[in-house]
Structure formats: C-alpha cells, structure tokens
T-cell receptor
Framework: KNEVEQSPQNLTAQEGEFITINCSYS?????LHWLQQHPGGGIVSLFM???GKKKHGRLIATINIQEKHSSLHITASHPRDSAVYIC?????????FGAGTRLTVKP | EPEVTQTPSHQVTQMGQEVILRCVPI?????FYWYRQILGQKVEFLVS????????KSEIFDDQFSVERPDGSNFTLKIRSTKLEDSAMYFC???????????FGDGTRLSIL
C-alpha cells in the first residue's frame, strides 16, 4: 500500500476555476510538502507545512494532522498552472512521494 | 536567487559502466539529498547526507550506489556497474535545516544503453 495517496490522478479545468488536490498519508511525519513538477521535469517546492494553513498568492495548502490529510487549492486557475502537483511527506530525513496529480488548465 | 545546479543534464552510458552525477548545492545549505524518477513513475528517495555522512538511505540505495562531498561545494552520486533499470531522472536537493523546504536541481537524465 502506498504511504502517500493523491487524488485525483488527472484533473482538467477551465481557466478561472477553483481547484482542489487531495493527499492522504499513512505514516508519522515531521512535515508535508507540496511540489510542482513542470513538463521539463524540474521540481519546485510550493509549501512545507506541519500544521494549519499556508497561503502564497493564489495557492493555499492545508493540513489536518489528526486525519493525516492535506489539500492544495488553486484559486482563479490559469493555463500556466498546468503541471504535475506532488504531495510528499518527511517522516525523518527521507521524503516519500505521492504519484502526483496532473493538472491541465484550459483557456 | 541561489540555485542547486546539476551536471550533466543528460548522461548516456553503456550498461556495466560507472557514472558520476554531480550536484552543487546552495552554498549555505547543510543537508543534501538524491532522488530518482523512473520515466512515468513517482519520485523516489535515495539518500540524505549531513555532516559528511549518510543520515538515511532507502532500500534502493544498495552497494551499487555511493555519495561523496569531495570538496566544499560538490555533492556526487556514483553508480557502479550500471544496469538498464538505472535509467531515470536523478534529482539533487538541499536545504539549510530540516525545517526548511528543499531546493531541487533540474535533474540529470541518465540513459543506460
């Protein structure tokens, strides 16, 4: 069983739509990460959180430690948001990754 | 903004050969990591490195693999006796401490023929 599960696997949205990507994990963690992987393969860290909620521009990440669940929200989505969004957790000094959610935002 | 740099961007090697993938972490970072991503699959943790020693490694990181920080700036991943299944994108990352987000390099695409 995967330690980090993401849903949905694929998501297509129209420009301007509100988007939610979900992540559930089954191990104890020190932090949860949301990463963005561009079509060229590069990975960018969007958020690192261990409790509550963080916001950066149009992106919002929340985590519920008791339920072992996190969500990534994108408000007013734009075609440039099209990428793979990856949830990852750090139990200690390693990082365990979800399979990613491929987001396509159409104009 | 400082970046993690990886070289080469693409490495093609014959099966059985040794390869060294190079990374220059951000200069004031103390923790270093290698990950790999086989085409079409999820990213997998290989190893973390702190204070000149391995702090954690995955089951993938067997005797075929080794890491080294040969000087104050480079962090290398050596793969001995490469196999076809070692073909993947290899990412290096670094952070200042475990409470900070990791910064990733652009990756090295390794192709084993």
């Amino acid at each position: 069983k995967n330690e980090v599960e993401q849903s949905p696997q694929n998501l297509t949205a129209q420009e301007g739509e509100f988007i939610t990507i979900n992540c559930s994990y089954s191990v104890g963690i020190s932090a949860l990460h949301w990463l963005q992987q561009h079509p060229g393969g590069g990975i960018v860290s969007l958020f690192m959180l261990s409790s509550g909620k963080k916001k950066h521009g149009r992106l919002i990440a929340t985590i519920n430690i008791q339920e072992k669940h996190s969500s990534l929200h994108i408000t007013a989505s734009h075609p440039r948001d099209s990428a793979v969004y990856i949830c990852a957790v750090t139990p200690t000094h390693d990082m365990r990754f979800g399979a990613g959610t491929r987001l396509t935002v159409k104009p | 903004e400082p970046e993690v740099t990886q070289t080469p961007s693409h490495q093609v090697t014959q099966m059985g050969q040794e390869v060294i993938l190079r990374c220059v972490p951000i200069s004031n970072h103390l923790y270093f990591y290698w990950y790999r991503q086989i085409l079409g699959q999820k990213v997998e943790f290989l190893v973390s490195f702190y204070n000149n020693e391995i702090s954690e490694k995955s089951e993938i990181f067997d005797d075929q693999f080794s890491v080294e920080r040969p000087d104050g700036s480079n962090f290398t991943l050596k793969i001995r006796s490469t196999k076809l299944e070692d073909s993947a994108m290899y990412f290096c990352a670094s952070d200042r401490d475990s409470n900070q987000p990791q910064h990733f390099g652009d990756g090295t695409r390794l192709s084993i023929l």
